[in-house]
């Protein structure tokens, strides 16, 4: 007791002296010797620890629990949660209204919305077939609108006024006088109950947003068919969707054997197409019978981020970030995949490399000090300069986070080999995730097989041909991808796909995984979305 309590005292001693009390702490927890050892003759002493022997633990703690059979151990056990949760927890496994995916037979213009954080787009989409290869999708004209801090502050009706205006504004000259309703599909990125395909119950918007004062809990579909006939526009919501489910869409109606959507930015998502039967009644809520009639497959929304409870292989920086967390079980997966959280880990592995061996010249930057201050996409720059001086990563590193004592190369290989077992982790936890729901799919199609031996209808107008096939020829799987973190991360996109090649390969199933990019997935899955809902 004595000894931790002189320690504690040195580390607030060395918080009185400038540093931050996490540097302290984390000196303390690394070697308690080292806090008698860093001032010497007003000269501070650094460990004999090198940043070489620093490096190797931290590859043995980020990488060492994946190597081997680590992650096909892991995906087990990730796929258990998924499985669990097919019947339980209202927060995750959520099976969506939308049963249908395109044939790729669907054709004409549609109106689509994307409504973002900190965009409104409004866009016309023409779909030509999947058989005008190259062709099959484009947004024939489509116009942005900033939603600007004035804008989120606009409360209630006042907000999707504005929303109505800017939808009269693109399209009023297109629309005959004569015109019946106009369908629209929309991409809603913000939490939403649906209650039907086109109408959902406004929940908080979070992100800065007032527009739900006095709306929580009305029908979005209402509310925007209200605002627009201000507008003399007879609009009806026919579809909508969110932004994994919205990807799925987009290239599934290019490749008919897309199955996933996946989103990997600041945050992340999967949507999957699973069979009706593998949940239990009670995930779907309150629906008509009708619905179940008419579906045999769902999209549904995973909520990725909210697996991994008790399974995730963490590390002392993990451990860290999540006891500052405000919800640190919340999304404990999303806190090692996503582009939000990958700075913050590496930023606490640098400050306790600057306390223990010297790095930065043991002079942590003063911007370092602050949680979530090293951004990913300054890793991920760092990580692109492959070149033997290193320039471009010093320039990035030293722009954002400048210090009295100049880094070095060698700091900027420590740190960026950091960076890279960081990401790497992240594209093999993420290929475990694609490949458990593959494994998953799988299993609850051979489950409904056995309910329903005769071919079930998941399409909005036929069976799409690769479900005929697939009971003759091994499968091969299409995962569209969107975001920041996975399109331009250097090497991440093909060190996922690696790894889940390596993982399908020693699956019992037979057929491949792919990663397919879905460029404006958003407005163009809520069109396809459209044009399923009005195929029906």
Same mark, same amino acid.
């Given at each position: ?54 490096? /190797? *633990?931290?590859?043995?703690? #980020?990488?060492?629990?994946?190597? =081997?059979?680590? &992650? %096909?151990?892991?995906?087990? +056990? @990730? ?25 790729? /037979? *669907?054709?004409?213009?549609? #109106?689509?919305?994307?409504?973002? =954080?900190?965009? &409104? %787009?409004?866009?016309?989409? +023409? @779909? ?26 606009? *409360? ?381």
């Amino acid at each position: 007791m004595t000894t931790l309590k002189k320690s504690l005292l040195a580390a607030l001693k060395s918080f009185l002296r400038g540093r931050s009390f996490l540097q302290a702490l984390l000196a303390f927890w690394v070697n308690p010797k080292t806090m008698k050892e860093q001032h010497v003759d007003g000269k501070r002493i650094y460990p004999s620890r090198t940043i070489d022997q620093f490096l /190797k *633990e931290a590859e043995e703690l #980020l990488l060492g629990p994946i190597d =081997g059979d680590g &992650l %096909r151990r892991y995906s087990s +056990e @990730l796929k258990r949660q998924f499985r669990e949760r097919l019947h339980s927890h209202a927060e995750c496994m959520l099976p969506s209204f939308n049963h249908l995916l395109p044939t790729g /037979k *669907e054709q004409g213009q549609y #109106l689509a919305l994307d409504v973002g =954080g900190s965009t &409104l %787009r409004v866009a016309l989409v +023409e @779909l030509r077939g999947r058989e005008a290869t190259g062709r099959e999708s484009e947004i024939v004209r489509m116009v942005s609108f900033k939603i600007t801090p004035e804008i989120k502050k606009l *409360e209630g009706m006042s907000f999707f006024d504005w929303m109505a205006a800017r939808i009269y504004e693109v399209i009023h000259k297109d629309i005959s006088p004569d015109q019946d309703t106009i369908p629209i599909g929309l991409a809603w990125s913000f939490p939403v109950e649906q209650v039907s395909l086109g109408g959902g119950l406004l929940l908080g918007m979070g992100k800065g947003f007032l527009a739900t004062n006095g709306l929580l809990g009305q029908d979005l579909g209402e509310i925007i068919k209200f605002a627009c006939r201000k507008q003399g526009l007879n609009v009806q919501l026919a579809a909508i969707v969110n932004d994994s489910s919205a990807t799925l869409l987009s290239q599934a109606y290019v490749h008919a054997s897309t199955r996933f959507g996946l989103i990997l930015g600041t945050g992340t998502n999967i949507a999957v197409h699973l069979p009706v039967s593998a949940f239990s009644r009670s995930k779907y809520g309150t629906r008509p019978e009708s619905w179940f009639d008419s579906a045999s497959h769902v999209i549904v929304n995973t909520e990725l981020g909210m697996f991994g409870k008790d399974i995730l292989p963490l590390t002392r920086w993990d451990e860290l970030l999540n006891a500052a967390h405000p919800r640190p079980e919340f999304q404990p997966l999303e806190h090692l995949l996503s582009g939000y959280y990958l700075g913050e880990i590496c930023r606490l592995a640098i400050v306790e490399a600057v306390e223990t061996t010297g790095l930065l010249g043991g002079q942590l930057p003063p911007s370092l000090e602050k949680p979530y201050s090293l951004d990913t996409e300054v890793l991920s720059r760092m990580e692109a300069d492959t070149s033997p001086t290193l320039e471009k990563a010093l320039e990035h590193f030293t722009t954002h986070h400048p210090s009295t004592v100049p880094p070095t190369v060698s700091d900027i290989i420590a740190i960026r080999t950091l960076a890279t077992f960081i990401s790497r982790r992240s594209a093999a936890l993420l290929a475990a995730s694609v490949f458990s729901l593959w494994d998953l799919r799988h299993e609850t199609e051979a489950e409904h097989a056995k309910l329903t031996p005769t071919p079930s209808n998941d399409s909005a107008v036929a069976l799409p041909e690769i479900e005929v096939a697939q009971a003759a020829t091994p499968e091969s799987t299409k995962v569209a991808f969107n975001g920041s973190v996975i399109e331009h991360y250097p090497r991440y996109l093909a060190t996922c796909q690696q790894y889940i090649d390596n993982l399908v390969d020693g699956s019992e199933y037979p057929g491949s995984v792919d990663l397919v990019p879905a460029l404006e997935s958003s407005i163009l899955g809520a069109a396809v979305a459209l044009a399923c809902a009005t195929a029906e």
